[in-house]
Nanobody, 128 residues
């Protein structure tokens, strides 16, 4: 069974950086075409897409995340990363790693119901 495991969350001050990691080796060993992404969720809100990268190397950023956040994967395709710079208190959320079997379609966004595999999430807390 494919498992995604996030790590790297924690508590930081406003303006600081964090890098989240997600172990994806079981997924990428199984599927050669894929999309992997980061989502986040705060209490009372729906889960929202942050950034994704597919097996063709295409990246997708939702909203205003591009420029502050960078999504990447390692060359061995075992780990998905989310580098978060200039963190703000409103970035406080549980961050989830997600994956699906097919890459990005043209002009497609990152929508929760299109992903099959999910991690348990990692908490990020940013204080002012």
């Amino acid at each position: 069974q494919v498992q995604l495991v996030e790590s790297g969350g924690g508590s930081v001050q406003s303006g600081e950086s964090l890098r989240l990691s997600c172990s994806v080796s079981e997924f990428t060993k199984t599927y050669s075409r894929y999309l992997m992404a980061w989502f986040r969720q705060t209490p009372g809100k729906e889960r929202e897409g942050v950034a994704g990268i597919d097996s063709d190397g295409e990246t997708k950023y939702m909203g205003s995340f591009e420029g502050r956040f960078t999504v990447s994967e390692d060359a061995a395709k075992t780990t998905l990363y989310l580098q978060m710079n200039g963190l703000k208190p409103e970035d406080t959320a549980i961050y989830y790693c997600a994956a699906r079997r097919y890459p990005l379609f043209p002009h497609e966004g990152l929508w929760e119901n299109t992903f099959t595999y999910w991690g348990e999430g990692t908490q990020v807390t940013v204080s002012s």
